[in-house]
Every structure is written in C-alpha cells, then in structure tokens.
Antibody, heavy 121, light 108 residues
Framework: EVQLLESGGGLAQPGGSLRLSCAASGFTFNSHAMNWVRQAPGRGLEWVAC????????YYSDSVRGRFTISRDNSKNIVFLQMASLRAEDSAIYYC??????????????WGQGTLVAVSS | DIQMTQSPSSLSASVGDRITITCRASQPVDTFLNWYQQTPGKAPKLLIY???TLQSGVPSRFSGSGSGTDFTLTVSNLQPEDFATYYCQQTFSTPPFTFGPGTKVDIK
C-alpha cells in the first residue's frame, strides 16, 4: 500500500525557516517524481515544486523559487522541502504527492494527509 | 506560465443528476490535463489523467474529454459522495503545473 506521511509543519515567524519531510512507503521510490502542492485556508490548490526520481531534475513555482529547496533521499525514501525567508502568504497546508511518471509528475496519484504551516509573528 | 480557468465556479445539483465542468487553458496543453476531487479536510484525489484516462479505482460515472485548450469533466448519476470541489491541472511540457481555481459542487 502506497503511503506518504508529511511532517515538519508548524508555526514560523516571518523571515524564518522550516523543513518539511515526506516519508514514502509501498512503492519503488526512485521510479517516481515527487511534488509538493499547497493550499492556503479556504483557497485552491497551488503547485509548489517537484523533483525527478533520481533527484537531478527540479522545478519550482515563481512564488517560491529562490526561497524553497526541494530534495530527496532515495536511500531513505524521503522527500524534503526546505523553506526559508517565509512570508505570511506561505501559510498553507502542504501536501506531498507522488507523480505517476519519473522525470516530472504528469499526474499525482497518491497524496499525503498534509502538514500545516503557519507564518505569523 | 499557463493559466487555467474553470466554469462554473460552483453549482448545485441533486443525487442522480449529470453534471459537466469545463476547464480552459490559456495555451494548448495537448492532453496533459488532470482532474482531481477534494472533499473538506481531505487531500485531493486523482480522478482522470491525460484528459480522459480514468484513474484506477475511480467509478465509471466519471469521464473526461478534450484536448488543446478546452476540457470537460462529466459526472453521470451524481452520488452523495460526489459533492466536493473539483480541480483541473495542466502538466504540459515543463512546470509550473498550474491548477484551475476549482468548481464546488453542492447539494441542491
């Protein structure tokens, strides 16, 4: 059974940092691109970042590029989202999602339960 | 970046109804178009990928069509568990892979 379990969310101050983790199990981890998608309270879905199965191909949304870093550890089946220079508008539930394909996630077929990030002073 | 729009933004329907949601891309995306369903407090669920391919385990009352810039999601014989918000997402070429703003389907 495919499982994705996010952790690391919480309260951060503006300008601060957080690192989100997503532990994956139940599938061949390095055969799938992974991505992070966020959802601000009461708002729609926003794609944030993705990483290829081998970790070599990475993309970011314009809203987080230069502040967030996605990475993965294929020896431990974990994908990370390092978030820095946090802003109030980064407050959201962050979902980890598995891509159906290896290089970029053409569709996301499994999702974690989400982890809540709140940025406030 | 490719922008996605959806119509309507919300609709009211009854159990047993047939509903159609439209998604439009600001430029052609071939058939790289996905549909997701989200119920309150839950993660999104993939319903359809590549515009018309039903994800494993999704009931056949869900169907998708379209290519290029115009796409539709149809739900036939609406069931109580189908009252949710539906999002389209384009995954053409390279990211960012943008989502539409969502269509909320509630009970009439």
């Amino acid at each position: 059974e495919v499982q994705l379990l996010e952790s690391g969310g919480g309260l951060a101050q503006p300008g601060g940092s957080l690192r989100l983790s997503c532990a994956a199990s139940g599938f061949t981890f390095n055969s799938h691109a992974m991505n992070w998608v966020r959802q601000a309270p009461g708002r729609g879905l926003e794609w944030v970042a993705c990483v290829s199965g081998n970790g070599h191909t990475i993309y970011y949304s314009d809203s987080v590029r230069g502040r967030f870093t996605i990475s993965r550890d294929n020896s431990k089946n974990i994908v990370f989202l390092q978030m820095a220079s946090l802003r109030a508008e980064d407050s959201a539930i962050y979902y980890c999602a598995r891509g159906r394909t290896m290089i970029v996630p053409r569709a996301s077929d499994y999702w974690g339960q989400g982890t809540l990030v709140a940025v406030s002073s | 970046d490719i922008q996605m729009t959806q119509s309507p933004s919300s609709l009211s329907a009854s159990v047993g109804d047939r509903i159609t949601i439209t998604c439009r891309a600001s430029q052609p995306v071939d058939t790289f178009l996905n549909w997701y369903q989200q119920t309150p407090g839950k993660a999104p669920k993939l319903l359809i990928y590549d515009a018309s391919t039903l994800q494993s385990g999704v009931p056949s009352r869900f169907s998708g069509s379209g290519s290029g810039t115009d796409f539709t999601l149809t739900v036939s014989n609406l069931q109580p568990e189908d009252f949710a918000t539906y999002y389209c997402q384009q995954t053409f070429s390279t990211p960012p892979f943008t989502f539409g703003p969502g269509t909320k389907v509630d009970i009439k």
